[in-house]
Each structure stands twice: as structure tokens, then as C-alpha cells.
């Protein structure tokens, strides 16, 4: 089941919002933004809350200013957690929604997009994002992974073949900053993969894509975090 604080200070939502638009790749709806000729790709995963929330396409519209076509698929083919689900509904949510099957919809995508001639792909994710994503980065699919505030990983999950960053909260009680140090200590030991950790201090689950931009503290941390997202992507996805 999900955690509770998967659930607490739910997003904006906004289906029409941000440059992009929606349209449909490897089988799931994508907000798609950036140049649509470019030959490197960003995949952004969500968090339960899914591929509408407005930060979330936000952030998808900063990282495609770089030259970069950016997806943000909607890997639970509608089926998101809502402020106002019920209990049972979340309860039973991630059952339906593994971050395993999410990872095969993300190579459907990834290879829809090399077959359109886009050869360097990087990968994104936030809370459940960041539970595929570094399934996604046992593959040799993409060129470099960053995980932000995960759910809850194991030590066998963070045993990658890709660079991989990991930025946990001080204050994260799904992901506790221990477990972050336990998975950086597992990446440092794997000597042909480059790896980044990073706890930020005063934050807790869900800092870096679900935050009011009214709170100077929160907005400084989140975009510390994108910057330190964006440097480790565009140092691998060349």
C-alpha cells in the first residue's frame, strides 16, 4: 500500500497546463514539451499523483530549455491517487500499479523514441517515479538515472549498470536518510558505475515536486534539487 505521506500535500492538477502537449507513445498518454527533433530525451516519472500535476510539467518544460525532448507519461493509464480517494483505493493502489510494469511501459517508450531516431535517454522520478526508474536503470536503455524523495527501495534495486543519483530528504520518514546512505554506500561499492548521493537537510517526502513556490525555503530546496538533477542528466544524456 502506499505511505501516507505518498498521499499528504497532494499537487495542482491541471490537464491542460504547460508548453507541451498530450499525445500517445508506446502505448501510454505523454505530456510531451521541448524540441521535437532532438535526438536526446528525458523520461519523467510521477509520483501516485500522476503525469497532470502542474509542477511536475513545470519541471518537464525547465529540463526541455536544454535542448532536450521531454515525456512524462501517464503510467497509470489514468488511474491516479486523488486528493479525494478513499482509503480502500490507496490501500489497494500500488498492487495494481508495480513500478516493475511501469518499467516495461518505459522501455515500450524508450524504444518507440530510438526508433524515431533518438539515440541518448535519461530518466527521472519522483516518489513511485523514482521506484521504476532505478528498475529502469538495471537496463542499458538509458544513459543515466536520478531518484528524488523514493518510495521504498531495496538494497538489491540500487544495484544498477547506469550513473545514478539519489536525493533523499533529511526529514523523509518513507525513505529515512539512513536507507539513503545504506543505497550510496551499495552504489560506491560497484566500481563501474558512477553514482551521487545527496541528502537535503529540513525537508521531507515529496520536497522536490510538491511544493508551494510561496514558501522561499521549500522553492530553494526543490530547485537546489533540479539543478543537481539537471547536472547529473545533461553530464550523461550527450
Known amino acids: 500500500m502506499l505511505g501516507a505521506e505518498c498521499c499528504a500535500n497532494p499537487p495542482a492538477m491541471n490537464s491542460g497546463f504547460g508548453k507541451g502537449s498530450v499525445e500517445e507513445i508506446?502505448?501510454?498518454?505523454?505530456y510531451i514539451t521541448g524540441d521535437r527533433t532532438s535526438n536526446r530525451a528525458i523520461l519523467l516519472a510521477s509520483d501516485?499523483?500522476?503525469?497532470?500535476?502542474?509542477?511536475?510539467?513545470?519541471?518537464?518544460?525547465?529540463?526541455?530549455?536544454?535542448?532536450?525532448?521531454?515525456?512524462?507519461?501517464?503510467?497509470?493509464?489514468?488511474?491516479?491517487?486523488?486528493?479525494?480517494?478513499?482509503?480502500?483505493?490507496?490501500?489497494?493502489?500500488l498492487n495494481n500499479h508495480s513500478p516493475e510494469k511501469g518499467c516495461e511501459n518505459a522501455r515500450k517508450i524508450i524504444g518507440e523514441l530510438k526508433s524515431k531516431g533518438v539515440c541518448s535517454v535519461g530518466a527521472a522520478g519522483f516518489c513511485w517515479g523514482g521506484m521504476m526508474v532505478v528498475k529502469l536503470a538495471k537496463y542499458n536503455d538509458i544513459k543515466a538515472a536520478v531518484i528524488l524523495h523514493p518510495g521504498r527501495l531495496t538494497d538489491n534495486d540500487v544495484k544498477v549498470k547506469v550513473p545514478t543519483a539519489i536525493l533523499g530528504g533529511e526529514l523523509d520518514q518513507l525513505c529515512p536518510q539512513e536507507e539513503v546512505?545504506?543505497?550510496?554506500?551499495?552504489?560506491?561499492?560497484?566500481?563501474?558505475?558512477?553514482?551521487?548521493?545527496?541528502?537535503?537537510?529540513?525537508?521531507?517526502?515529496?520536497?522536490?515536486?510538491?511544493?508551494?513556490?510561496?514558501?522561499?525555503?521549500?522553492?530553494?530546496?526543490a530547485e537546489e534539487a533540479h539543478t543537481d538533477m539537471l547536472n547529473w542528466l545533461t553530464k550523461y544524456v550527450t
Not at 526541455?64 to 507519461?73: A, E, N
Not at 537537510?201 to 522561499?216: I, M, P, Q, T
Open 181 to 221: 546512505k545504506r543505497y550510496g554506500k551499495i552504489l560506491s561499492e560497484n566500481q563501474d558505475v558512477e553514482s551521487f548521493v545527496k541528502i537535503f537537510k529540513g525537508v521531507g517526502h515529496g520536497w522536490a515536486s510538491r511544493y508551494s513556490e510561496d514558501d522561499e525555503s521549500a522553492a530553494r530546496s
Open 48 to 93: 501516485a499523483f500522476g503525469y497532470e500535476g502542474v509542477m511536475l510539467r513545470k519541471i518537464a518544460d525547465k529540463i526541455s530549455g536544454l535542448g532536450y525532448l521531454v515525456l512524462v507519461p501517464d503510467f497509470f493509464f489514468g488511474d491516479c491517487i486523488y486528493s479525494t480517494s478513499p482509503p480502500e483505493v490507496r490501500a489497494n493502489w
Open 26 to 30: 508506446g502505448g501510454l498518454k505523454s
